[in-house]
C-alpha cells in the first residue's frame, strides 16, 4: 500500500515515544467531598511545585467552590469554602504565584430580576465574577466581588504575574442573541495588585463585531500581558487583542489578530518571560499554523512562523490546539490530528523551525480536550482525553523527558463511570504535574478526581 507524505511524518514521529519514563503517575484519587456533587476542577502549580485545585461542591442551590493547597513537599491540606453562602457558586480558575499566593475566581448567583428584551419581559438570574486570595502563609483573604451586581457573567479567565499581579477576565451582559433589542455584551477586565482589585475596565468595542465573546488571558512572569477574546463576524470568526507590558497601568488599543475562521476561534497564546508571545492556530478544515509577536505599547501583531515540511492539520471537532511557554522561551504545543483516529501530536516551537518534528502519542482511541504544560530543561505533560464508544472514554497523560522524547501514554481515571467531555485541566512543570477531571460514578454522582506525576 502507498502511503502520503503525512501518513510516512505520522509513522516515523511516533518512533520518538519511549517505553516508559523513569517515574511514574500515581493512581487517580477523589478529591470532592463523599456523598456530594463534585464538578468543574480547575488546577494551577507554581516553578516551585506549589499547586493549588479549586472545583464546585454540593447541589444546584447550595454550590460553593472549594480549594486545596499543595505546599512544595508535596503535602495537600484539607479543602476550604471559599465562596461565601447565598448563591450557587460555579465555574472556578485558580493561579499560583512564585510565593505561593492563590488567587481563585469564580462567577456566583445574586438574584434574579426583570428585563426586557425582545420586546418581551423575562426574569433572568443576575451572576456576578468573585474572588479571592490565600497568602502564602495559608490565610484567605476577604471576598472581593469584581462585576457589576447585574446582568450575568460568563465563566471567568484569571492569569498571574511572578510577584502576584493578577489579572481576570469575563464576558457581561444579558446573555441573549446580539439580534434581540435590548442585549448588551462586553467583554471586562479588572487587575488585582498589592492584594487589591482595580475598577472594571471594559476591553471590547470593536465595530463591525456582532458579538464579543469567550475572553482568555495571558501573563508572563514579569507581567507582559495579553487579554484576548472572539470577534463574531459574518460567515465565521476573528479575535482581537490589547496589551499591557511589565509596569505598566494602561491598556493599548484594540488589534485583530490573524486567526480568522468560518467557525468559533480554534487557537491558544501564551507569554514569556521577556514578553515575547507564541500562538497557534486552527482555522476550521485548515492547517495549524504557529505564530510570534511581543508585547507593546501599540498592541500584539502577530507574524507565521515557517510551517513543518508536513502540513499539520487538526480535528476540527477535538477542542482547541494548545501551547505553553517554557523557562528558557520556547513553547511546548499540542493538537488533535485529523483524519482516522484522531491521534495527539505535540512538538516544541522551535523543533518547527528545523530542529526536529512533530511526536505522535499513540493512545487506543480518538482524542479530545487536549492540554499541554511546558517546563525546564525540556521537560513537559500533555493529557487528554479519549473516547472507546459513544459513553466511554478516559483521561491520559504523557510526560516528557529532559531527552526530549515523550513516555507512552498512560490511562489516568479509573475504570467505570464516565468522564465528562470538559475534562482534563493541567498544570505542570515538567519534572511534576497535576491532571484533574470531572467523572459519573455509580448512582450518577458526579466526583472530581485527580491523578499526581511523580506518584506520592
Same mark, same amino acid.
Given at each position: 500500500m502507498t502511503r502520503s507524505p503525512s501518513h510516512l511524518?505520522?509513522?516515523?514521529a511516533a518512533l520518538a515515544v519511549t517505553a516508559s519514563p523513569a517515574l511514574a503517575w500515581g493512581p487517580p484519587q477523589i478529591v470532592s467531598s463523599a456523598g456530594s456533587e463534585g464538578r468543574s476542577p480547575a488546577v494551577a502549580m507554581n516553578r516551585t511545585g506549589v499547586t493549588a485545585m479549586a472545583w464546585v461542591q454540593g447541589p444546584w442551590a447550595r454550590r460553593a467552590v472549594a480549594v486545596?493547597?499543595?505546599?512544595?513537599?508535596?503535602?495537600?491540606d484539607d479543602p476550604v469554602r471559599v465562596s461565601p453562602r447565598g448563591g450557587a457558586a460555579i465555574d472556578p480558575r485558580v493561579v499560583v504565584d512564585s510565593a505561593g499566593r492563590v488567587t481563585v475566581v469564580w462567577r456566583q448567583a445574586t438574584g434574579s430580576q426583570r428585563l426586557r428584551i425582545g420586546g418581551r419581559a423575562i426574569v433572568r438570574v443576575k451572576w456576578v465574577v468573585r474572588a479571592r486570595t490565600r497568602t502564602s502563609d495559608g490565610a484567605w483573604g476577604a471576598v472581593a466581588t469584581l462585576s457589576p451586581d447585574r446582568l450575568k457573567v460568563g465563566a471567568p479567565e484569571v492569569a498571574v504575574d511572578a510577584a502576584g499581579t493578577a489579572v481576570a477576565v469575563w464576558?457581561?451582559?444579558?446573555? %441573549?442573541? *446580539?439580534?434581540?433589542?435590548?442585549?448588551?455584551?462586553?467583554?471586562? @477586565? !479588572? %487587575?488585582?495588585?498589592?492584594?487589591?482589585?482595580?475598577?472594571?475596565?471594559?476591553?471590547?468595542?470593536v465595530p463591525g463585531c456582532s458579538e464579543e465573546r469567550r475572553p482568555r488571558v495571558a501573563v508572563g512572569s514579569r507581567g507582559d500581558t495579553v487579554v484576548w477574546w472572539q470577534c463574531d463576524v459574518r460567515g465565521g470568526s $476573528?479575535?482581537?487583542?490589547? %496589551?499591557?507590558?511589565a509596569g505598566d497601568t494602561g491598556w493599548s488599543a484594540r488589534r485583530e489578530l490573524r486567526f480568522r475562521t468560518r467557525s468559533d476561534q480554534r487557537a491558544d497564546l501564551d507569554v514569556s518571560s521577556d514578553g515575547a508571545v507564541t500562538a497557534v492556530s486552527a482555522a476550521r478544515g485548515g492547517a495549524v499554523r504557529w505564530w510570534r509577536g511581543?508585547?507593546?505599547?501599540?498592541?500584539?501583531?502577530?507574524?507565521?512562523?515557517?510551517?513543518?515540511?508536513?502540513?499539520?492539520? !487538526? =480535528?476540527?471537532?477535538?477542542?482547541? *490546539?494548545?501551547?505553553?511557554?517554557?523557562?528558557?522561551?520556547?513553547a511546548l504545543s499540542a493538537w488533535i490530528a485529523s483524519g482516522g483516529r484522531g491521534a495527539v501530536r505535540a512538538a516544541p516551537v522551535a523543533a518547527l523551525l528545523g530542529a526536529g518534528s512533530p511526536t505522535t502519542l499513540l493512545?487506543?482511541?480518538?482524542?479530545?480536550?487536549?492540554?499541554?504544560?511546558?517546563?525546564?530543561?525540556?521537560?513537559? %505533560?500533555?493529557?487528554?482525553?479519549?473516547?472507546?464508544? $459513544?459513553?466511554?472514554?478516559?483521561?491520559?497523560?504523557?510526560?516528557?523527558?529532559? =531527552?526530549?522524547?515523550?513516555?507512552?501514554?498512560?490511562?489516568?481515571?479509573?475504570?467505570?463511570?464516565?468522564?465528562?467531555?470538559?475534562?482534563?485541566?493541567?498544570?505542570?512543570?515538567?519534572?511534576?504535574?497535576?491532571?484533574?477531571?470531572?467523572? @459519573?460514578? !455509580?448512582?450518577?454522582?458526579? @466526583? @472530581? /478526581?485527580?491523578? /499526581?506525576? *511523580?506518584?506520592p
Amino acid at each position: 500500500m502507498t502511503r502520503s507524505p503525512s501518513h510516512l511524518a505520522l509513522a516515523f514521529a511516533a518512533l520518538a515515544v519511549t517505553a516508559s519514563p523513569a517515574l511514574a503517575w500515581g493512581p487517580p484519587q477523589i478529591v470532592s467531598s463523599a456523598g456530594s456533587e463534585g464538578r468543574s476542577p480547575a488546577v494551577a502549580m507554581n516553578r516551585t511545585g506549589v499547586t493549588a485545585m479549586a472545583w464546585v461542591q454540593g447541589p444546584w442551590a447550595r454550590r460553593a467552590v472549594a480549594v486545596s493547597v499543595r505546599d512544595g513537599a508535596g503535602r495537600w491540606d484539607d479543602p476550604v469554602r471559599v465562596s461565601p453562602r447565598g448563591g450557587a457558586a460555579i465555574d472556578p480558575r485558580v493561579v499560583v504565584d512564585s510565593a505561593g499566593r492563590v488567587t481563585v475566581v469564580w462567577r456566583q448567583a445574586t438574584g434574579s430580576q426583570r428585563l426586557r428584551i425582545g420586546g418581551r419581559a423575562i426574569v433572568r438570574v443576575k451572576w456576578v465574577v468573585r474572588a479571592r486570595t490565600r497568602t502564602s502563609d495559608g490565610a484567605w483573604g476577604a471576598v472581593a466581588t469584581l462585576s457589576p451586581d447585574r446582568l450575568k457573567v460568563g465563566a471567568p479567565e484569571v492569569a498571574v504575574d511572578a510577584a502576584g499581579t493578577a489579572v481576570a477576565v469575563w464576558h457581561w451582559g444579558t446573555g %441573549t442573541s *446580539p439580534l434581540l433589542s435590548g442585549f448588551v455584551g462586553q467583554v471586562q @477586565v !479588572a %487587575t488585582m495588585s498589592d492584594g487589591r482589585w482595580s475598577r472594571l475596565r471594559r476591553v471590547s468595542g470593536v465595530p463591525g463585531c456582532s458579538e464579543e465573546r469567550r475572553p482568555r488571558v495571558a501573563v508572563g512572569s514579569r507581567g507582559d500581558t495579553v487579554v484576548w477574546w472572539q470577534c463574531d463576524v459574518r460567515g465565521g470568526s $476573528t479575535a482581537f487583542a490589547v %496589551t499591557r507590558g511589565a509596569g505598566d497601568t494602561g491598556w493599548s488599543a484594540r488589534r485583530e489578530l490573524r486567526f480568522r475562521t468560518r467557525s468559533d476561534q480554534r487557537a491558544d497564546l501564551d507569554v514569556s518571560s521577556d514578553g515575547a508571545v507564541t500562538a497557534v492556530s486552527a482555522a476550521r478544515g485548515g492547517a495549524v499554523r504557529w505564530w510570534r509577536g511581543e508585547v507593546g505599547s501599540d498592541g500584539l501583531s502577530l507574524s507565521p512562523l515557517p510551517q513543518p515540511s508536513v502540513i499539520e492539520r !487538526a =480535528d476540527d471537532a477535538a477542542g482547541a *490546539p494548545d501551547i505553553d511557554v517554557d523557562s528558557s522561551g520556547d513553547a511546548l504545543s499540542a493538537w488533535i490530528a485529523s483524519g482516522g483516529r484522531g491521534a495527539v501530536r505535540a512538538a516544541p516551537v522551535a523543533a518547527l523551525l528545523g530542529a526536529g518534528s512533530p511526536t505522535t502519542l499513540l493512545g487506543g482511541g480518538p482524542a479530545r480536550n487536549i492540554r499541554i504544560r511546558s517546563g525546564a530543561e525540556r521537560r513537559g %505533560t500533555v493529557a487528554w482525553i479519549e473516547r472507546a464508544g $459513544t459513553a466511554r472514554a478516559t483521561v491520559v497523560a504523557a510526560a516528557r523527558d529532559d =531527552d526530549g522524547a515523550w513516555s507512552t501514554p498512560r490511562r489516568l481515571s479509573a475504570r467505570g463511570g464516565i468522564v465528562l467531555a470538559s475534562s482534563p485541566r493541567l498544570a505542570g512543570t515538567g519534572a511534576r504535574a497535576v491532571v484533574a477531571w470531572e467523572r @459519573v460514578i !455509580a448512582g450518577g454522582r458526579r @466526583v @472530581v /478526581e485527580r491523578a /499526581e506525576f *511523580p506518584a506520592p
